[in-house]
Structure formats: C-alpha cells, structure tokens
C-alpha cells in the first residue's frame, strides 16, 4: 500500500513542464488554508490482545495550515509550512472480536516545501507542483480501544514524532483589482514515515499492565482551500490614452463693456472690448448682434432709461466704426432693471452701469 501511495503521488508531479511559463512570484509572500482530510487507515500492532496486525478507522478530518515563502521570479518558491490535522476514531478493525473505539488523532508539525509556479495561457489560473518535507508528531488524545463485554481495554493519550514528506499540485486564482491576492486550492499526500509508538495500558482479565503500540502507514491526503498574498506584485500596467489636441476656444458670443457714473461715453478698456467684439463677429455666423444698455439705481428711472439708450447708441457706433454692418445691430435701453449686482433704490453700483453685446 505504501509503494501505491507513493507512486500516486509521482504521477501527480509528472506534470508536462515543458508545455508550461513560470508565474514569476517575486519575493516574499505568505498564505493560509483550510481544507478535508481523508484519512488512509493506519494499521496498529504491538498491544497484547489487538491479535496481530489491526486497522485504526479514522472518521473524516480536517486540516488547517498556514505558510510564509520566497518566490525567486522564475517560477520557484520555497516556503516553511506549519500544519495542524485532526480526525476522530471511530474503530479498530481486524480483531478477533467488536472493539468499539473513542478519541482522536491529531497531526501537526513543521515542513519545508519546494513548489513551481506555471503559466499554462489562462490569466486567471496558475497550476502549480511541489514537494516537500519535515517533521511531523502524532498525538492519540483521549483514545481507547474496548470490546464490548470490557475483556480487553487499551487506553493512551501519548505524542510520538516522525519524519515526513508530502507531495503538493494545485493551482492558484488571482483575485481581479487586487494586485499579489490569490485564492488557491490543492491536493496534498503525506506519508509518515518510520512507524509512530505510543505507551499505554492494557487491561486483559482485570489485570492492568504498561502497553507499547505502534502505528505504520501514516498516509493522509488532504483537499486545502486557502488564500496567498505575494507582497512585490506590481499592479496591471493601466493603458494610456493617446493624447487628443484640444479644439481651439470658440470666439465669444457676449461682451460686457462698463461705463463711469452718470455718462455714455467710452473708455480706452471699453474701445479695446468693443473691438474684440467686432474682429469675432467675423469668424462666427450670426443672425443679429443685440446691444443692451443698463444704469444702476442712483437716479429717476426715466433718467436712467434714457442714460441706457445713450449707453447702448455708443456701443453700436463704435461697432459701425470697426466694421460690423449697422443693419445687424439692434439696440436697447434697460434702464436700471435686470440688475447684474441686486441693490436697493439710489445705489451708485459700477457693475450695473453696463452696456452687453451679445452675437446671436
């Protein structure tokens, strides 16, 4: 049964290299799991009244486990692994009588592991092999064999250790939008090697003597579940627009020229707007150019709307004198309504004393 295990496990990291890219992890990186353990039913010997060679049935297990590695960038890793196994008993097979059984068996131990990393051309799954190998103790915690008419009882709650090795392949799932974070899932055979010893008693007759057994073929496989963060992935490389040359600013199609208090004549600033205004109606279609004039509060409102018109007269000729035909311009006085800046009656307010060009 050993030598089957064993070959199983070969077959397992025979994986076609050569078809298959290293996943380069790079640097550290740590990982942890959880996962079934089936047990392989170790045979017990050595305990007077087992009659020879017997079987532990184990129940179904579980096995926790957690990792810190190095990955070297072209595939390889390597990593310490700390692990820790537990499956109930529930009988020993192969006596010559029923023996009803109680306790568990735990494994846990330390074991150094060899893996590589491989692209196979799907971005979203690495496969991955290792092996690997350690030390591992074995503890039959609370664990008792008994017949049913109480003939013969074996009892021990002993630790014995033993060197091992396991075989490993799987494969890792990188987690979208979260660089170095993978989830993975894998197989693991563990052998045990050396065959495990663990004092006891035995009570045969009434009678309560010291008692040795001892375990052979420690085999476990174990389907793990688990998480592994790499700390140096770097994230996707985001792609970059090819630059777009920005389209060049449309001319304006309003203008605001200001006028001091209580007069329509013209300032230097107000000759060089207006003027802008006129250059731009060339460069743009338009249909009619209305100018609007404005007063603040500061006088009579008949006051103000004739000061408005005056305003908006002035504009207009000096956008005749610079080109614009005076067929397109329309002209209006607003008075001292439609306020830019609100403000109460007899305001003197420079923003509201205002003439406003629009190309329409």
Request: no cysteine; net charge positive.
């Amino acid at each position: 049964m050993r030598y089957r295990s064993a070959l199983l496990a070969t077959a397992l990291l025979a994986t076609p290299l050569a078809a298959a890219k290293a996943q380069p992890v790079q640097g550290l990186y740590v990982g942890a799991g959880i996962g079934l353990q089936i047990p392989q039913d170790p045979r017990v010997s050595a305990a007077p009244g087992f009659g020879g060679m017997t079987h532990i049935t184990e129940d179904l297990g579980f096995q926790g486990l957690g990792s810190v590695g190095w990955g070297f960038g072209n595939g390889l890793r390597l990593e310490v692994e700390g692990n820790y196994t537990r499956n109930g008993i529930h009988k020993l097979s192969g006596t010559s009588f029923p023996t009803k059984a109680d306790g568990n068996l735990q494994n846990y131990g330390v074991m150094a592991n060899a893996i590589f990393d491989m692209d196979v051309g799907f971005p979203w799954m690495y496969p991955y092999i290792g092996a690997g190998a350690g030390y591992q103790w074995t503890n039959l915690n609370g664990v008792s064999f008994t017949n049913p008419g109480g003939a013969f009882t074996y009892s021990t709650n002993d630790t014995s250790g033993a060197f091992a090795w396991q075989a490993i392949v799987g494969a890792s799932f990188p987690i979208p939008n979260m660089p170095g974070l993978s989830a993975t899932v894998d197989y693991r055979f563990m052998d045990i090697l050396g065959g495990a010893k663990f004092d006891g008693s035995t009570t045969v007759g009434g009678v309560t003597s010291p008692s040795t057994i001892q375990l052979h073929n420690q085999f476990n496989h174990t389907v793990v579940f688990g998480v592994r963060y790499a700390f140096n992935t770097p994230a996707p490389p985001v792609a970059t627009p090819m630059p777009v040359a920005a389209p060049a600013p449309a001319p304006s199609r309003s203008y605001l020229v200001f006028f001091d208090w209580d007069k329509a004549t013209l300032t230097d600033r107000a000759r060089q707007i207006i003027k802008e205004a006129a250059d731009n109606s060339t460069r743009v279609q338009y249909t009619r150019i209305e100018v609007n004039g404005y007063t603040d509060t500061s006088g009579t409102p008949r006051y103000n709307q004739g000061l408005s018109v005056r305003r908006a007269q002035a504009v207009a000729g000096e956008l005749v004198r610079n080109g614009v035909p005076r067929n397109a311009i329309s002209i209006q006085g607003f008075g001292d309504t439609h306020l830019l800046v609100p403000t109460g009656p007899g305001v003197r307010e420079p923003q509201n004393r205002r003439v406003e060009i629009i190309i329409r």
